[in-house]
């Protein structure tokens, strides 16, 4: 019986994770949920796993849970409130994996303490491995951590790997990864109506249902250029080795191009169960409750390559870590906050990139090997994005 902590509980990942480790009482306890705001959800999930913690970032909600709590079935809960005990949480003793699945740069502590404690961590939080980069590598080849990608691609491509393989491992018979992406809900838009699509457009993506965050940058592709970095990172790669591949039919989650001329694909609904599931049965296997793949009903699967000109955020993602340093960590904080922007309608869908490559093009180069440095860039890169959001903005 394994003890899980996920954070993010009340997130899409978190939900799916969830709903998979109640598929296996026998094998997964839920130690601790956390949630930033949404308690009315967290109750729910609290009535069905019962966690012996939860934390609730936001103080005033945690105050709130706590006193909804009493008298009731689960009153025995210890409920915690701040970021720090995120951290705490996600290092306790009984917790043996932890879910990363807070989105953005707040879930960078506790997922990194997660790795240095030698915990299995189960990362769907990308932008943490995107900011942090060598130094997230560094915590879990130190402490002995397994790190398992969650990220439907990246899951992919570990499950294509040679058998035996550790994330973070070179391995020189593979040659390429051929990261597949859907293209987004803006694939075949015609390019002078982007400036004008609006979020609820921006958030409808045509094949997976995901938090808004995540789906704004699938419109992007600010997300296949974060992943191509996750990538680099996860399988020890360099960016000419990975291969951006739109495939709209998200059938195929990934490929890995062996130097024998062998490739080979995982294939599957996209349904996030499936990676989930894959990571917390991982060496073994398990149901997921997604849906068999009707290869009849997908009948066909195409193939394009990646549009630079029609996707800015490519290029910047290419143009990040081919400088490296800290520059990875500047777009993503860049990005998270041209995205925030738009989704509250303060600057156009087009502004997003624009946003990014101005904040970029005000740093230089320097290595990101400390925390401090990495909190220090991150921080500063927020400053000055918003500082730009707020030319752009109309009001
Ligand atoms: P979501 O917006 O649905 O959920 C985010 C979760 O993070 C919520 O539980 C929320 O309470 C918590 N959170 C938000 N801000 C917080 C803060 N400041 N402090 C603490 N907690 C906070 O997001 P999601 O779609 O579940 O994505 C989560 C992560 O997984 C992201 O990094 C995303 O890129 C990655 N991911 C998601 C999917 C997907 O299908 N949803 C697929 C691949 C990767
Ligand atoms: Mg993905």
């Known amino acids: 019986m394994k003890g ?18 109640g598929r296996h009482p026998d094998l997964y306890k839920v130690v601790a949920l956390t949630a930033n705001t949404n308690i009315a959800d967290l109750y729910q999930q609290c009535l069905q796993h019962h966690p012996a913690y939860v934390v609730v970032v936001n103080a005033a909600k945690a105050e709130e849970f706590k006193a909804q709590l009493v008298n009731s079935p689960i009153a025995d809960i210890t409920v915690l409130t701040g970021s720090d005990a995120l951290t705490e949480v996600a290092t306790l003793d009984a917790v043996d994996s932890v879910m990363a699945a807070i989105v953005g740069a707040a879930g960078l502590l506790p997922s990194l303490a997660a790795a240095k404690a030698g915990k299995t961590v189960l990362l769907a939080n990308k932008e943490a ?6 130094l997230f590598m560094q915590a879990v080849t130190d402490s002995g951590a397994e790190l398992l990608p969650i990220d439907s691609e990246h899951n992919a491509i570990f499950q294509c790997m040679p058998a035996g393989y550790k994330t973070g491992d070179a391995n020189k018979q593979v040659r390429r990864i051929l990261l597949t992406a859907s293209g987004g809900p803006f694939r075949q838009m015609p390019l002078e109506l982007l400036p004008n699509v609006t979020p609820a457009q921006a958030v409808a993506h045509p094949n997976w249902d995901m938090g808004k965050k995540i789906s704004v940058d699938s419109a992007t592709m600010m997300n296949k250029g974060l992943e191509m970095i996750e990538a680099c990172l996860l399988f020890n790669m360099e960016p000419e080795q990975i291969q951006i591949v739109i495939h709209p039919q998200s059938v195929i989650h990934s490929m890995v191009d062996y130097v024998d001329g062998t490739v080979l694909a995982q294939m599957g609904n996209p349904d996030m169960r499936i990676p989930i599931a894959h990571s917390l049965a991982w060496p073994e296997r398990f149901d997921s409750g997604a849906e068999p793949l009707n290869i009849f009903k997908v009948a066909r699967m195409d193939f394009e ?19 490296g340093g ?4 500047v777009l993503n904080a860049a990005n998270e906050i041209a995205v925030e922007a738009f989704l509250n309608e303060q600057v156009r ?19 990101a090997d400390t925390l401090e440095i990495i909190l220090d860039i991150d921080n500063q890169a927020r400053q000055i994005a918003q500082q730009l959001v707020n030319q752009l903005s109309p009001s």
Do not use: W
């Open 4 to 21: 899980i902590c996920i954070l993010g509980a009340t997130g899409s990942i978190g939900v799916s994770t969830l709903d998979v480790v």
């Open 129 to 134: 491995l995107v900011m942090s980069g060598d």
């Open 305 to 323: 390559e990646p549009n630079f000109e029609r996707f800015p955020c490519l290029r910047l993602a290419y143009q990040a870590i081919h400088a």
């Open 326 to 329: 800290i520059m990875p960590t």
């Open 349 to 367: 869908f087009t502004d997003i990139p624009v946003i990014i490559e101005k904040c970029m093009d005000t740093f230089t180069v320097k290595p």
